[in-house]
C-alpha cells in the first residue's frame, strides 16, 4: 500500500544560498529534482545570526515565481521594479519574476530565530516573458480552517471553503500549512492536480504506516486518498500543482525552455536590460 501512495521520499540536504544563508534544499537537490511545476523548495531555520545576517543581496530571476513563507523572523525586500516591503512571521511574499526582475531579501533583525520556506515556481513558456508581479501579504489575511487535532493555514489554492491570498491566475495551486497540535487522524484533499507533495517541518506524520519525521518530503501519489496520522504533534505543508509539462532549462536564477533563451538572458542581465 505505501508503494502505491508514497512515490518518493527523501530528506533536504545542507546548502548555502546568497551570502552564505545556510539552508536545507528539499527540492533541486541530486535526490529530488524538479517536480513540475515546482522548481525548488528550500527551507531556512536558525537562531545563530552568523547562518542568515548575511541575506540575499540584489539579485536577478527570469522565467518563474517565487514564494516566500515566514514562520518567524523578519525580512525586507526590495526589486528593480521600485517595490519595497517586509515579510513578517505567518506572511507570505509573491514574485512574478516573468521577464526579470533584480531583488534583495535582507533580514531585518540582528538576532533571533529566522525560520520559512522559498518555493520557486515555473511558468510556462506563454507566461516567462510577461509582465513581473509582486505582493506582500501579511499573516492577517492567511484564512485558518480547524480540523481534526488542530487547523490548516491556506496560503493558495482553496481548502473547505476558505480561499488562500496568493493569486496565480492560470496557474492556480494548493498550499497548506497544516499545525496539527494534538493526536488525530484526516484525509488529505485530493483535487486532481497530479503533482502531489508533502513537507513536514515539525513533529512527524505517518501516511499507509511510513513515519516522516521534520525535514522529509513524500511524494504522493495524485489519484490515492491519502490518511495522515499524528501521534503527538505533526506540522507539514502540502504543495500540489498541476504540471506544466514543457522542458526545463535551468541555470542558477534563470528557468527558460531552451538553452538558448537561457543565453539571452545572461546577455541581458550582463547588459542592464534584463528587467527593462
Request: proline share 7%; glycine share 10%; charged share 20%.
Amino acid at each position: 500500500m505505501s508503494q502505491t501512495i508514497i512515490k518518493h521520499r527523501v530528506r533536504g540536504m545542507p546548502a548555502q544560498d546568497g551570502a552564505g544563508v545556510k539552508l536545507s534544499r528539499v527540492i533541486n537537490q541530486p535526490a529530488s529534482r524538479h517536480r513540475d511545476p515546482i522548481l525548488m523548495l528550500d527551507e531556512f531555520k536558525s537562531d545563530n545570526p552568523n547562518d542568515y545576517i548575511a541575506g540575499f543581496p540584489p539579485h536577478p530571476h527570469r522565467g518563474f515565481c517565487t514564494l516566500t513563507y515566514m514562520l518567524a523572523g523578519n525580512m525586507a525586500h526590495e526589486d528593480s521594479k521600485g517595490n519595497k516591503g517586509e515579510i513578517t512571521s505567518g506572511g507570505l511574499q509573491w514574485m512574478k519574476a516573468a521577464r526579470g526582475m533584480i531583488h534583495s531579501e535582507m533580514p531585518k533583525q540582528k538576532d533571533g530565530l529566522m525560520w520559512g520556506f522559498q518555493l520557486w515556481l515555473n511558468l510556462p513558456a506563454a507566461e516567462k516573458m510577461s509582465e513581473p508581479e509582486y505582493a506582500d501579504i501579511p499573516a492577517a489575511q492567511v484564512p485558518e480552517v480547524a480540523v481534526d487535532g488542530g487547523y490548516v493555514r491556506v496560503l493558495s489554492g482553496q481548502f473547505q471553503g476558505e480561499t488562500g491570498p496568493v493569486n496565480a491566475p492560470g496557474r492556480e495551486f494548493l498550499y497548506l500549512d497544516f499545525r496539527i497540535e494534538n493526536p488525530a487522524q484526516f484525509n488529505l484533499p485530493q483535487q486532481g492536480q497530479q503533482t502531489r507533495l508533502l513537507y513536514v517541518y515539525k513533529g512527524a506524520v505517518t501516511i499507509a504506516g511510513i513515519t516522516a519525521q521534520a525535514g522529509e518530503l513524500l511524494e504522493l501519489a495524485d489519484d490515492a486518498d491519502v490518511s495522515v496520522e499524528v501521534a503527538n504533534a505533526g506540522e507539514f505543508l502540502l504543495i500540489a500543482a498541476k504540471p506544466i509539462g514543457e522542458p526545463i532549462a535551468q541555470y542558477g536564477p534563470f528557468v527558460m525552455n531552451t538553452e538558448a533563451e537561457l543565453r539571452q538572458a545572461f546577455m541581458d542581465y550582463q547588459n542592464g536590460t534584463l528587467h527593462q
